[in-house]
């Protein structure tokens, strides 16, 4: 069967569940399979069996579901088109040299392929032959980050059952998978070493494959997978990565006498500033915590992921001193930030306290105690608060001046930001701390 040691190593399903679902949601459902030169056929009508049929020879293989979801169940049975492109570029990046199609032929998809045309014509979209992503300038990438590419074609005209419509066609194909993974995810950004950092290892029961990259930002971009299941909320595969980095680049630094022995360690989050990496582990027998499967429990993996981490990282650290030291340079200079943040803050604190009646010079408070009915507008210069202030109702509407173009937040460390004199007189404004220490109420 399906499942069985002979057919898949590794499932996400639960053993047949996803059809059984589908099929009990939809008002219709049609199967046609290709298998020892036959075509098979069966139709289901409200998640009732009609007869499994022999259609006659075959060639080749394959399987073929249709589905009509119930309008009675469901509020909208629209698809998104972006949507299901994007799990399936996620699906072809993490199964390297697949080939995935995504051909949307409603009537509406018509100006949607257009839009799609002008793009490319504009040098907006992809650059690669039609209906193809391979090979293609993989554009901005995931998550606020996590906004992928959209692959390639302008589409092709067919003909619909009901209507002429200009197919909208997405072909994701990525021969180096992961690596390509990072590609897109560091395409907006600076990497701070050419090489990206991939390896795969094997284990009883269970695999790993990770790609990794830094890049000059602040901020990490981290994703996990486990049996092709995007694992949002980590689980053991992630916590074993990050147990390993830490302790790896840690070794590292002490070993080439990067850090002082006075020093104490770099944190995790020091060490994965700028990291992009995608880990995808694949699990014969996977746990996972919940229902929706977005956090993977199996325990054994964590240590088979961290010993597999710090074999292959260590041999590329050891094998690459130059990039290694410019990763762990930058790490210093996070953990440099990091204590350099926390005295600002510090400093932000005790301004704040010294401050007669803990507010800036310039904010003209207002009357009313109530957070709830007051309101505090930031305008640009003393004279637009002048203005503001003469017109304001005093009872609820705080006024605080601030000079304009104040500092690039996106591209200031922590602690360049806190030092700012603007930035501490709204962080005082507010009233509210910053990082672990905001509390709203």
Not at 402 to 431: C, M, P
Request: glycine share 10%.
């Amino acid at each position: 069967g399906k499942f069985d040691s002979d057919s898949y190593a590794v499932s996400g399903g639960l053993h047949g569940v996803g059809i059984s679902v589908v099929n009990a949601l939809s008002t219709r459902v049609e199967v046609q399979i290709k298998r020892d030169g036959r075509l098979w056929k069966q139709d289901f009508d409200m998640a009732e069996p009609a007869e499994l049929v022999d259609a006659g020879p075959a060639e080749g293989t394959g399987t073929k579901v249709r589905f009509w979801a119930d309008p009675s169940i469901f509020e909208t049975t629209e698809y998104d088109f972006d949507i299901v492109a994007r799990r399936l570029q996620e699906m072809a990046f993490l199964n390297k040299g697949l080939t995935i199609t995504l051909t949307d032929r409603r009537p509406r998809a018509e100006k949607a392929a257009e839009l799609d045309a002008i793009a490319d014509s504009e040098g907006v979209g992809p650059d690669s032959a039609p209906g193809s992503d391979e090979g293609s300038d993989l554009a901005s990438a995931v998550d606020a980050e996590q906004a992928f590419v959209e692959g390639a074609g302008e589409g092709d005209e067919s003909t619909a059952e009901t209507a002429k419509v200009r197919e909208r066609k997405r072909t994701f194909h990525y021969p180096d998978g992961l690596k390509d993974y990072v590609k897109a995810i560091n395409k907006s950004k600076t990497a701070i070493h050419q090489t990206i950092l991939y390896f795969e290892g094997k284990g009883t029961g269970h695999e790993v494959e990770v790609a990794m990259q830094w890049n000059s930002g602040y901020s990490e971009s981290v994703h996990t997978f486990a049996n092709t299941i995007n694992t949002h909320e980590g689980g053991t595969h992630e916590e074993g990565f990050r147990a390993a980095l830490t302790s790896l680049v840690n070794k590292y630094a002490r070993d080439k006498k990067l850090i002082k022995e006075k020093d104490p360690n770099l944190t995790g989050d020091d060490i994965r500033e700028g990291l992009a990496a995608v880990i995808s582990a694949k699990i014969a027998d996977p746990q996972f915590e919940g229902q929706t499967k977005t956090k993977l429990g199996n325990t054994e993996v964590k240590g088979f992921v961290q010993r597999q981490v710090t074999e292959h990282v260590g041999h590329w650290f050891e094998a690459n001193p130059a990039e290694a030291k410019v990763i762990v340079n930058k790490a210093i200079a996070s953990s440099q930030a990091r204590v350099a943040a926390r005295k600002a803050r510090e400093m932000v604190r005790r301004k704040s306290a010294t401050d007669i009646g803990g507010l800036p010079g310039k904010l003209a408070d207002c009357r009313s105690k109530d957070p709830a009915k007051s309101e505090l507008y930031i305008v640009e210069g003393d004279s637009a608060g002048g203005s503001a202030k003469s017109g304001r109702d005093s009872m609820f509407q705080a006024i605080l001046p601030l000079r304009g173009k104040i500092i690039n937040v996106e591209k200031s460390r922590i602690d360049k930001v806190l030092k700012n004199a603007e930035v501490q007189a709204i962080i005082t404004a507010l009233g509210t701390g910053i990082h672990e220490e905001f509390d709203i109420d």
